[in-house]
């Protein structure tokens, strides 16, 4: 199973910030799309934001302006800027590159 390392994931109150990072083993992680997910428990796997190979990029509608995406192909990383973050955004957050899913780490926002 290939593995990732993701990071950045933890606690923090209401309005505060996260930065998760994601970093994919290989040599062909500039040709794949690459995002977060998040999903809760008993839910389906939502689209947080995704960055294509050209950099179009993509958020999840409940987003609105918080959160940004972007990769760094030489460092094989993708990276999700979360700020002014809400309690109903405490989730598993999931990097998806390579075509393939990361083990997943929690936000909780809470106070």
């Known amino acids: 199973q290939v593995q990732f390392v993701e990071s950045g994931g933890g606690l923090v109150q209401p309005g505060g910030s996260l930065r998760l990072s994601c970093v994919a083993p290989?040599?062909?992680?500039?040709?794949?799309?690459a995002g977060w997910y998040r999903q809760a428990p008993g839910n389906q796997r939502e689209l947080v934001a995704n960055i294509s190979p050209g950099a179009t990029i993509e958020y999840g509608d409940f987003v609105k302006g918080r959160f940004t995406i972007s990769r760094d192909n030489a460092k094989n990383t993708v990276t999700l800027q979360m700020n002014s973050l809400k309690p109903e955004d405490t989730n598993k957050y999931y990097c998806?590159?390579?075509?393939?899913w990361g083990q997943g780490t929690q936000v909780t926002v809470s106070s």
């Open positions: 998806y590159a390579i075509g393939e």
């Open positions: 290989g040599d062909f992680f500039s040709f794949y799309d």
